[in-house]
């Protein structure tokens, strides 16, 4: 959501790194995570800010983000300074389903490179509107941040957990998104549960699909437009 956005900024701006965790993990996982990030700082929101204080030590301090006061606004972009470059914006963990979590380091560089081959690749700009279901603390969802966010886009989130599928639905009723990132279980989903595609998807013209093979079926639900961009990455 939007706390999360800003507490990813607010880090980057800091010229620190962030570790993102998700909140449906469990207390000893959430606490595990954070000792092994050897975090000073905790970022969290309303919802959460109890139950993280509950289960971090005292050498930790937890802070409500939206509890800071609004300060005078302050232009926000990444340097390309070859040190700052090589520094690591966002450390993120691996699932632990074969073994335990990992954490993967992700340079200011790389997220820089993948922004501007997205950008260049699919024409991203400011007029664009991402429906997007990835969450923060997954690769993935970083870069749909920072390639809506830093070419003056807006990112519309969806909480598939939260919403399900009618969710996604009435989101693109009513934002009307030009961007769409699906895995090609829940595009088919949604082809499955709704009669109207061609009006869902009228004012798409990117359909990033990832994280699956995509199949024959999946490329011919799209052939009735010819002005709609696919892009598959795994």
């Not at 340079?107 to 990835?134: C, M, P, Q, Y």
């Amino acid at each position: 959501g939007v706390n999360s956005i800003l507490g990813l900024c607010a880090v980057w701006l800091s010229g620190r790194t962030c570790f993102p965790i998700s909140s449906r993990l469990s207390g000893p996982q959430t606490l595990s995570l954070i000792d092994h990030s050897t975090a000073q700082l905790i970022l969290t929101d309303s919802a959460q800010f109890e139950t993280i204080r509950e289960i971090v030590s005292s050498k930790h301090v937890v802070l409500n983000i939206e509890d800071v006061p609004a300060g005078n606004p302050t232009s926000f972009e990444f340097s390309f300074d070859s040190q700052q470059n090589s520094r690591s914006a966002v450390v993120v963990n691996t699932s632990g389903t074969t073994g335990a979590p990992k954490g993967v380091a992700h340079s200011n560089k790389s997220l820089l490179f993948n922004t501007v081959v997205h950008t260049d690749s699919l024409g991203l700009s400011s007029s664009d509107r991402a429906l997007l279901l990835a969450h923060n603390h997954k690769i993935y969802g970083i870069t749909d941040v920072l390639r809506m966010l830093l070419n003056g886009g807006s990112r519309i989130p969806v909480d598939l957990q939260t919403t399900g599928i009618a969710g996604v639905l009435s989101s693109l009723r009513e934002f009307h998104p030009t961007v769409v990132h699906f895995v090609p279980t829940i595009f088919r989903r949604i082809l499955n549960q709704s009669n109207e595609t061609d009006r869902l998807f009228d004012s798409v013209r990117v359909l990033h699909l990832g994280g699956e093979p995509v199949t024959r079926y999946d490329f011919e639900c799209f052939c009735f437009s010819s002005n709609i961009f696919i892009l598959q990455l795994f």
